[in-house]
């Protein structure tokens, strides 16, 4: 069973600049959530998507934003991109049992670098 | 809102040794997780604790439930540098969100 895919692995951008993220979940999940890790913040909740669908948005301003597609694979855009930017994205996908969420696995994350 | 305490946020100990991390939190939550991190790598599911007195183990790591005082424990047992990582707890808050400690960086001395 492959698990979660996320590209690309590594990016640098430069300030100003916007950059799209993808990831794709487990085969049947429908959850897609994405988090943002720095070493000062760590682990910070950025939005999660169901059936296409964003159901909770962290406390990240307006210059990220998502979407998910029909087959569930999701895309994550941050524009015009700040130095505080710089972060390993990391998207997680999961199987909604009626009103929760089962575990979420990882994949492997996209490390942006922002100069 | 839920929120997840972790402690300590580093352990630094020799391998033979056995310590646990705690993690605690706020409200209610119906299942709680354990993950390992290493360096610049993603989040391994290690645990998910589904109901009070849950107990699981694998290898030198055991993980416990304790819903009633909304704590969880990590124990490692005769710990050895293999397990030197960062490890976080996590659980489900009421609008699909996965609310996560600040983790316990595990540092295995020889």
């Known amino acids: 069973k492959a698990g979660v895919t996320q590209t690309p692995r590594y990016l640098i951008k430069t300030r100003g600049q916007q950059v799209t993220l993808s990831c794709s979940p487990i085969?049947?999940?429908?959850?897609v959530s994405w988090y943002q890790q720095t070493p000062g913040q760590g682990l910070q909740f950025l939005f999660e998507?169901?059936?296409?669908?964003?159901?909770n948005k962290g406390n990240f301003p307006g210059r990220f934003s998502g979407r998910q597609f029909s087959n569930s694979r999701s895309e994550m855009n941050v524009s015009t991109l700040e130095l505080g930017d710089s972060a390993l994205y990391l998207c997680a996908s999961s199987l909604r049992t009626g009103l929760t969420n089962t575990e979420a696995f990882f994949g492997q994350g996209t490390r942006l670098t922002v100069v | 809102e839920l929120k997840v305490e972790q402690n300590p946020l580093f352990l630094s100990m020799q391998e033979g040794k056995n310590y646990t991390i705690y993690c605690n939190y706020s409200t209610t939550s119906d299942r709680l997780y354990w993950y390992r991190q290493d360096p610049g790598k993603s989040l391994e599911s290690l645990f998910v604790?589904?109901?009070n007195g849950a107990v699981k183990q694998e290898g030198r790591l055991m993980a416990s439930l304790d819903t009633k005082a909304r704590l969880s424990t990590l124990h490692i047992t005769a710990a050895v540098h293999d397990l030197s990582a960062t490890y976080f707890c996590a659980a489900w808050d009421s609008n699909y969100q996965l609310i996560w400690g600040a983790g316990t960086k595990l540092i295995i001395k020889p």
């Open positions: 604790l589904l109901s």
């Open positions: 085969s049947g999940h429908r959850s």
């Open positions: 998507y169901f059936s296409e669908t964003q159901r």
